[in-house]
């Protein structure tokens, strides 16, 4: 089977920040990957460092920013759903893992990488996560690509150890400066740890290993 990563996520700056490094891993070793967004972060609480966002140029701008970070990344293929920041747990579910089904069944991807289902924080994580498993458990069990999905927050411990721990730290640079690319939701973080070699090594320590637990599909 020919490699190709889709990575499905709800908002600009996730595929940065929770698989940026995998991602250009991936990338440099000329491997295609499609980054499916559900939404353009229109309901971020970031606005920028002094403020240079506005409720109604956040969407454009956030748009904006990834598509930068996607340049950066390697990511070639940018899909956006369509839908509302926060609002991706109220979508129906059958629709939703009806779209997602077609972009897989089109891309017919190797590896996928989204949200856990029910141990990532967001509700939009979560239910991403859950119509995207829904999606590939409705393809026969020999065409299913393994799904990789990212847990945190402190009920993910319940999961136990990750399957999979991918090292980024050969890529480390290309993932900071992804995450400079969004900046409107990373300045303020950057900031805090300029000027200050402690905090930049727990940065980069916090970051540089990306965990996965193996999603397993019952049949």
Not at 3 to 32: C, K, N, Q, S
Not at 152 to 160: D, E, M, N, P
Not at 184 to 202: N, V
């Amino acid at each position: 089977m020919k490699e190709h990563l889709l990575v499905i996520m709800p908002h600009p700056d996730d595929e940065t920040f929770a698989v940026g490094g995998t991602i250009a891993l991936y990338a440099r070793r000329g491997v295609p990957v499609t980054y499916v967004c559900a939404t353009r972060g229109e309901m971020g609480r970031n606005m920028g460092r002094p403020p240079f966002a506005t409720r109604e140029s956040l969407p454009a701008l956030r748009e904006q920013e990834l598509r930068e970070a996607c340049r950066i990344l390697g990511i070639t293929d940018l899909r956006f759903l369509g839908l509302w920041d926060k609002t991706v747990e109220f979508e129906d579910p059958d629709a939703l893992a009806a779209r997602l089904r077609a972009i897989i069944e089109e891309i017919r991807p190797s590896l996928i990488i989204t949200y856990h289902p029910e141990y990532s924080v967001h509700p939009d994580h979560m239910a991403l996560g859950r119509a995207t498993v829904r999606a590939v458990a409705q393809l026969p069990p020999e065409e299913r690509p393994p799904v990789h999905t990212r847990a945190f927050g402190r009920a993910s411990a319940a999961l136990g150890e990750p399957d999979l721990v991918v090292d980024v730290s050969s890529v480390w640079e290309t993932k900071l400066a992804a995450i400079r690319a969004h900046r409107s939701q990373s300045q303020l973080m950057l900031e805090r740890a300029q000027g200050d070699p402690e905090q930049q090594e727990r940065l980069r320590r916090e970051r540089e290993m990306e965990r996965y637990h193996v999603w397993k599909f019952d049949d």
